[in-house]
């Protein structure tokens, strides 16, 4: 059985910094894209960035380029999003997805989510 687990959200200044991690069992990050996407209150989920599988190629959505860093440790099964410079636009629930096929940048390609976690920045 495959589970994703997001967890380092939480409440930050504009300005400041959080890590996200995606914890993975039952499915190997290091062979499988992974993708961040985030969901604001009335929005539609919006693709972050991504890690591909076995060439770690990654992508980021235009809003995010210089600020936020995504990085795979494959020894943890864990997937990572290094979120600076947060802007209050970054407030929303953050997903982690795992395992995609075609293009990363869409939230139907993957097979696996995880719970989510809120992130929150105030001004």
């Known amino acids: 059985q495959v589970q994703l687990v997001d967890s380092g959200g939480g409440l930050v200044q504009a300005g400041g910094s959080l890590r996200l991690s995606c914890a993975a069992s039952?499915?190997?990050?290091?062979?499988?894209?992974v993708g961040w996407f985030r969901q604001a209150p009335g929005k539609e989920r919006e693709f972050v960035s991504a890690?591909?599988?076995?060439?770690?190629?990654?992508y980021y959505v235009d809003s995010v380029k210089g600020r936020f860093t995504i990085s795979r440790d494959n020894a943890k099964n864990t997937v990572y999003l290094q979120m600076n410079s947060l802007k209050p636009e970054d407030t929303a629930v953050y997903y982690c997805?795992?395992?995609?096929?075609?293009?990363?940048?869409?939230?139907?390609?993957?097979?696996?989510w995880g719970q989510g976690t809120q992130v929150t920045v105030s001004s």
């Open positions: 997805a795992a395992k995609y096929r075609g293009d990363a940048t869409k939230y139907d390609s993957y097979d696996y």
């Open positions: 890690i591909s599988g076995i060439s770690s190629r990654t």
């Open positions: 039952g499915v190997t990050l290091g062979t499988s894209g």
